[in-house]
């Protein structure tokens, strides 16, 4: 007398299939652990148990599809032998028992997809470091191999970039290959902490795979304990209650071995179904275990019926394999004319989630194509900048910025369909990557050339120190001005020699300049006296009378200039006494009957003089230069004049206009001949 309905297979009367997720049996517990459970995926609604996720970069982005327990339900007419009752049976009871055989690997596959996947790209080691130490100590060691795996492989990449251009470094400077080795304390940090992080991965399967196999023993003895019942002489309600606590233990005895399940629990079940044959024959506690199981059962479908309304499609999704759980693993039968009731109720609003569910990812899909166009369009932009490289410090801040900002914009552009997701993040990375590649090749040779400006930099040092000791003002003075202005023209240099090497130019530009500004300082004393006396100079002239007599005249006059010459220089900012001074004498000269080029000689003479007292010889260069120049204006003038007054030709001679241009070219020639005695006086200097 066998009634089959303690276990859900019991619960339908027909072949309702319900879309559901199934998980892979295989052992978890060989070789690596981790690489031996697949995440199951949707594909199109459709249950695929065997696709998984094996690629080893992923997009921080990417949605994850939770891995559930399948629920798939079928039935069959079924007689019972005792009372005829048409009882439903499933097809599938092999794939409903894998749903939920070593669920533990499943939630860890969940709560890997739930830890936030960060921008690893864009981390420098010692950030890469710090994260993946912050993954080992505050998450569950099974939940993160992809993360680990990912900060390994940028880690790996950024490092191996560095050794390549140690290589270089090292070849350059003549170097042999097979002498070459290169390793930094950051790196032995790295392998310490991923080393860390493998001894406890480690530990942690040995540690499952020991509670595993006691959990195995433990189930195995409450099959032989459920054996027993059958057996013992005592009263009913107690072999009752003892078979509720083997059911309450049975539940708690946690996960086992993926290849045993299906034995175990089919054993199991055989032997609760006995077990049930047995209980058939008092009625009174088969009946309250079936008012048991339907109020329990009902409480489950009221809960189902609020998850069929719940807008977000996932979580109820998740709550409806624990709800299928509940049903499959901790509830027995109900009173045969409720059976088909309830069951068809759970079946329609379990189809219902799931159409909610499929519905809400192809609305999805939808804007994730959208998102797709415009993360496309984000790679190609970068790829633009990318390809336009600046030749300054400067012009590679402002693509570091453009690049900064796609890529906040890329990462807030949303998912992208789960088929393309890798390629578009593999192209986004690729992208992102030859970006820095251009950009690292920028500054290594930008750190070449502030490698050059720092030995440039360094031989001023020593001309400036060479020289701050020199009392050759007149020639060292051009000398450090020329360096310092040397200095201002050479580019950067490394930012940790800028200090240093600046300090030390300053200071010895700083101690010559020093002395100099002390020696001027004492001559500056004397220039004061000097003006003075110039001052007092230009007094008494401007009280000289003349006698009349040109020639008695004159000499006094260049007497007084005589005595101008000696009274030395006046400080630079009073210099404008020399126009004073020559304002007297040109009141003089006009009481004088000079000429005019005469009159402009003797006045130069005392130019010249304040030009020859000048510490270097460039003044004298500059006036030079300056009256050749008034020479070549002077006879341009001249000839234009000239061509000018071919075109009155035929004019009369007392034409005003010929008589005008006649008029400025003696005017221009008297200049000339003046600018040319000029010249004269100074090159005999």
């Not at 000097?530 to 002239?541: G, M, R, T, V, Y």
């Amino acid at each position: 007398m066998s009634t089959r309905d303690n276990l859900p297979k019991a619960e339908g009367d027909k072949e309702d299939k319900i879309e559901t997720l199934e998980t892979n049996s295989d052992n978890p517990i060989e070789n690596d652990p981790e690489s031996n459970v697949p995440d199951a995926t949707i594909q199109d609604g459709k249950v695929d148990p065997l696709k998984t996720e094996t690629s080893e970069t992923k997009n921080p982005e990417s949605e994850s599809k939770e891995t559930t327990e399948t629920m798939s339900h079928s039935s069959e007419e079924s007689k019972n032998n005792n009372e005829g009752t048409e009882e439903p049976k499933d097809h599938v009871q092999n794939q409903m028992d894998e749903a939920v055989a070593e669920h533990s690997e499943d939630e860890s596959t969940q709560e890997r997809h739930d830890i936030e996947k960060k921008d690893y790209h864009a981390m420098t080691k010692d950030e890469l470091i710090n994260e993946l130490r912050h993954l080992i100590k505050t998450e569950k060691i099974q939940a993160i191999k992809e993360h680990v795996d990912e900060i390994k492989n940028e880690f790996n990449e950024k490092f191996n970039e560095e050794v390549e251009q140690k290589k270089e470094e090292f070849l350059a400077d003549g170097g042999d290959i097979i002498d070459f080795y290169y390793s930094t304390p950051i790196k032995k940090e790295f392998n310490s902490v991923y080393f860390d992080y493998k001894e406890k991965r480690n530990a942690y399967y040995q540690n499952l795979k020991k509670d595993l196999q006691e959990n195995l023993k433990r189930r195995l003895e409450l099959v032989e304990e459920l054996k027993g019942l059958l057996n013992v002489d005592e009263n009913i309600n107690t072999t009752y209650n003892h078979f509720k606590s083997i059911q309450e233990r049975w539940r708690n005895a946690g996960s086992i071995p993926r290849d045993k399940y299906n034995t175990v629990w089919n054993t199991y079940h055989h032997h609760t179904e006995n077990f049930y044959d047995f209980l058939h024959l008092n009625r009174e506690f088969r009946d309250l275990d079936f008012k048991h199981n339907l109020e329990q059962k009902l409480k489950i479908i009221e809960r189902a019926t609020e998850l069929a309304q719940e807008t977000d499609v996932n979580r109820s999704f998740r709550e409806l394999q624990l709800l299928h759980k509940m049903w499959k693993e901790d509830l027995g039968p109900v009173g045969r004319e409720y059976r088909e009731p309830i069951w068809e109720k759970f079946s329609e609003l379990t189809r219902q989630i799931h159409e909610n569910r499929q519905k809400y990812f192809k609305e999805q899909d939808k804007v994730y194509e959208v998102n797709l166009e415009v993360k496309k369009e984000i790679i190609s932009e970068i790829a633009k900048v990318s390809s336009d490289q600046p030749h300054n410090h400067s012009g590679w801040q402002q693509k570091i910025k453009e690049i900064e900002a796609l890529r906040e914009r890329f990462f807030k552009a949303g998912k992208v369909p789960s088929n393309v997701n890798e390629q578009t993040w593999s192209q986004f990375k690729s992208a992102v990557r030859d970006f820095n590649r251009n950009k690292n090749a920028f500054y290594k040779g930008l750190k070449k050339e502030q490698f050059e400006n720092l030995s440039k930099k360094i031989e001023l040092i020593q001309i400036a120190e060479d020289n701050k000791n020199s009392d050759d003002f007149n020639a060292t003075t051009p000398l450090m001005k020329k360096i310092q202005s040397d200095w201002k023209k050479i580019g950067h240099v490394p930012r940790k020699d800028s200090d240093r090497i600046w300090k030390k130019f300053k200071d010895a530009c700083n101690a010559y300049f020093d002395r100099l500004h002390a020696e001027r300082n004492e001559a500056n004393k004397e220039e004061l006296i000097s003006l003075e006396k110039k001052q007092a100079h230009i007094e008494a002239l401007k009280s000289l009378k003349l006698s009349g007599d040109t020639e008695a005249d004159l000499a006094t006059i260049k007497e007084n200039i005589a005595t101008w010459k000696t009274l030395g220089r006046v400080p630079y900012k009073k210099k404008n006494i020399e126009s004073e001074y020559n304002k007297v004498l040109d009141d003089l000269f006009q009481q004088l009957n000079l000429s005019r080029k005469e009159t402009e000689l003797i006045k130069y003479e005392n130019k010249l003089n304040t030009l020859s007292n000048q510490s270097d010889d460039r003044a004298l260069r500059n006036e030079q230069s300056f009256i050749r120049k008034k020479i070549d204006e002077a006879k341009g003038e001249i000839r234009q004049l000239e061509n000018n007054l071919q075109f009155f030709k035929n004019a009369k001679d007392d034409n005003p206009l010929v008589i005008e241009v006649k008029r400025n070219i003696e005017k221009h020639k008297d200049t000339l001949e003046v600018w040319k005695a000029k010249l004269m006086k100074i090159k005999q200097l």
